[in-house]
């Protein structure tokens, strides 16, 4: 409309100056009798006082033209609106007053508003109506078609408390200050602390005709506030012009709100809250609620896309706060639930509570991985790449414990294999072997593929996540197709070879091989695998596993004399971290120093970077015979005809092994050149790690025999 007043209204300037010109040309021609006639002096004078008249015409045409477009666009928009009968109601603030009698509610009858009807805020039963004062403020806006506005009273008891508060503000009678501080005291029970939970839902595929019904959305969103058992004290709604939904709710807790596209057919909602009770499980209820299929038989499923971050400040606020102890403050809350743009997250596990630890399993799908058009068409049976390659389309399963992630899908066989199989096709001849923690499963799955094992022991404290594990996680436990020269089994614990002990591994230990006890050759390991907790995590278990003297010895003694101790010691060190023992890993650095001083012959350190847990990880690997030491540094020929002597065959035919062989195991040979840089910069800086010991200047060194990133890369 102003790009068609702006032509017209320049198009009769320019009119109007062309017409001015030209009877300007016309008073300065001279007439050819040098006498005018009094017919032509008359039409002259018609033309000057003509040009007023011109403009006002041009102006009345664009007034009139512009008045009757912006009408006819306003019928046309009316007439296209699926509540167009809203128009002809003045807006109007609907107050809803809800009784109470002690701590019941009584349930007030919907507003009627024109033809609309929402619903009153409600209060969980046994939960009294809050001490709060409302305010409010509307402010007109054209794009508003409808204005709802419905609140919890305010109490009569409130007024008397506020009442009675400002008479003590203005008192210095000691009594009513007592007073006043136990009325306080009431007032502020159920306040927070200044930290939160944020909870952000897009859904997608929704009934057009349900997102722009107010009375609909507002009973959908107090439906999901009674079902979160939290408090919503008013809530304010408008339809927008042609069609839309917004809505707010004030929560005791914080806020609730979404807003609506009704031709896209998408919602987006916001809820946050300040108290304890957890969001996470509201999402089946928001599906539920607001995941609404439209009508048409060929609408497709609605879809939902989630994140939750933790808001606010605890660490001072709440006593002796730990965020590496609060699971959504770790791995899970970083890496899962914080991120929004998953095609895939379900959960399949949440906060399982075992006798040690929280448990959760998540089924992901990150577009930026795989494309959840692919994981469908990997579904059908038509022939496709896809469909003849399931496996590598397939969503990814994540196990964590206690927020922090223990196992994918994708990373199970490089993390497991590279814990494995490298001790065990170092050692000449391994029969017997232990595994402590690994609950999942897949360690003792990997360690059942040698044909020379004679007994695998697994020590695992909480029985729960061997559980949960099996029923949730099979494919880590599925041993059905090794083809053992006695009959498989479908589950690895099912073997004759493989012995699950649901016991404490550190009085296990002691117990059988501590200071105390008396060894029995017989029952020593070839190989002992340390699949638990990150050295890093700050837990007082975690802290016993890497540093208690009297457990470490045990370790040692339960091996062989050509023994192999196998320990997963966390994130690999960055090029610009401090030393472990000024750092994070400070258990890391106790623990090698003590197998060091135990009598260790060789300590190494590797890296693998496929495990899928953000960073290469680390495992080191200790000998206490050095011949067996020497095996290490086989060429990837001699290890690949190690494996295929040793490693027995499948079912169908194909490598029991996904990820490792003798090029991977050359990998491992030679510590990374970041945890020989990290090894250096120890407060006492080990004698070898002189520029002319490490560059090799033939100059002879004691260097240690024990645990030497140096000597490994530079004279090994």
């Known amino acids: 409309m102003l790009r068609r007043f702006s032509s017209r209204a320049s198009q009769g300037i320019t009119a109007f100056f062309s017409l001015e010109k030209e009877n300007e040309e016309l008073n300065r021609t001279p007439s050819n009798n040098q006498a005018t006639s009094d017919n032509d002096h008359e039409s002259q004078q018609h033309t000057i006082y003509f040009k007023p008249a011109v403009l006002f015409g041009y102006f009345l045409c664009v007034v009139i033209n512009m008045y009757v477009a912006f009408y006819a666009g306003t019928i046309v928009r009316i007439l296209m609106l699926h509540d167009r009968h809203v128009l002809s109601v003045p807006q109007t603030q609907l107050n809803v007053n809800v009784s109470t009698q002690a701590s019941n509610l009584s349930v007030a009858k919907m507003m009627n508003w024109g033809e609309k009807q929402l619903p009153p805020p409600t209060m969980i039963p046994g939960k009294e109506v809050p001490p709060t004062t409302y305010t409010f403020q509307h402010f007109p806006a054209e794009g508003s ?66 997102l722009n019904s107010e009375e609909r959305l507002a009973e959908a969103m107090i439906q999901l506030v009674d079902e979160s058992k939290l ?64 009508a048409n038989k060929d609408a497709d499923d609605p879809m939902m896309m989630w994140s939750h971050k933790l808001r ?77 390659h399931p496996e590598l389309f397939a969503p990814d399963h994540i196990l964590l414990l206690d927020g922090i992630v223990q196992s994918t899908r994708y990373g199970d066989a490089p993390y497991h294999e590279s814990i494995v199989h490298p001790a065990m096709i170092t050692h000449p001849n391994p029969k017997r072997v232990a595994v402590i923690g690994g609950g999942e499963g897949a360690t003792v799955r990997e360690i059942l593929k040698h044909s020379t094992l004679e007994k695998v022991v697994m020590i695992e404290i909480d029985g729960g996540v061997v559980d949960l594990s099996t029923k949730y996680l099979p494919e880590w436990q599925d041993c059905s197709s090794i083809a053992h020269h006695d009959g498989s089994t479908e589950w690895c614990f099912d073997d004759e070879r493989a012995d699950l002990r649901v016991e404490d591994a550190l009085a296990y230990f002691n117990d059988n091989f501590g200071s105390a006890a008396e060894v029995d050759a017989q029952e020593q390991f070839d190989v002992l695998i340390m699949d638990c907790l990150d050295p890093n995590d700050d837990h007082p278990f975690a802290k016993v596993l890497y540093t208690d ?59 693998e970077s496929h495990c899928q847990f953000g960073a290469p990880w680390t495992t080191l690997i200790a000998f206490k015979d050095v011949e067996t030491r020497k095996r290490w540094y086989r060429s990837p020929a001699a290890v690949e005809l190690d494996l295929s002597r040793r490693i027995l065959p499948t079912k169908d035919g194909k490598t029991s092994l996904r990820y490792f062989d003798g090029a991977t195991m050359k990998s491992y040979q030679m510590p990374a050149r ?40 530079h004279f090994a």
């Open 145 to 210: 078609r409808t204005n709802y506005d419905l609140h919890l009273p305010r109490l009569d008891e409130f007024d008397d408390v506020v009442a009675m508060s400002n008479e003590n503000d203005s008192s210095d009678d000691s009594s009513d200050d007592s007073s006043d501080e136990e009325n306080n005291d009431d007032l502020s029970e159920g306040l927070h602390l200044p930290a939160g939970q944020h909870l952000l839902v897009d859904i997608k595929n929704v009934d057009p005709i349900f």
């Open 674 to 713: 970041a945890f020989e840089e990290n090894f250096c910069r120890q407060q006492d800086k080990p004698e070898e790690c002189a520029e002319k010991v490490r560059f090799g200047n033939g100059e002879e060194v004691n260097v240690s025999a024990a645990y030497s990133p140096v000597f490994e890369r």
């Open 312 to 388: 606010g400040f605890r660490k001072g606020f709440v006593p002796e706060y730990n965020s590496r102890l609060n699971p959504l403050d770790a791995d899970l809350g970083f890496e899962i639930l914080g991120t929004h743009n998953f095609d895939i997250k379900k959960p399949l596990v949440s906060d399982a509570e075992t006798d040690f630890q929280t448990v959760h399993v998540y089924e992901v799908m990150n577009p930026k991985k795989r494309r959840l058009s692919d994981y469908y068409k990997s579904l059908e049976d038509d022939g496709s790449y896809e469909s003849l």
């Open 549 to 607: 003297d009297g457990y470490v010895t045990s370790l040692y003694d339960a091996l062989t004399e050509d023994g192999i101790l196998v320990v997963q010691v966390g994130e690999a060190s960055g090029i610009n971290d401090a030393a472990d023992e000024n750092g994070d890993f400070e258990n890391r650095s106790t623990m090698i120093k003590m197998l060091d001083a135990i009598g260790f012959k060789s300590i190494h350190i590797y890296e």
């Open 231 to 294: 408090t919503l004290l008013s809530y304010h709604c408008h339809g927008l012009v042609p069609v839309g939904v917004s809505c707010a709710g004030v929560l005791l807790e914080s806020h609730v709100a979404f807003h609506t596209w009704p031709t896209e057919g998408v919602i987006a909602m916001d809820l946050f809250t300040c108290g304890s009770g957890k969001l996470i499980p509201t999402l089946p209820s928001i599906q539920q609620l607001f995941g609404v299929k439209a």
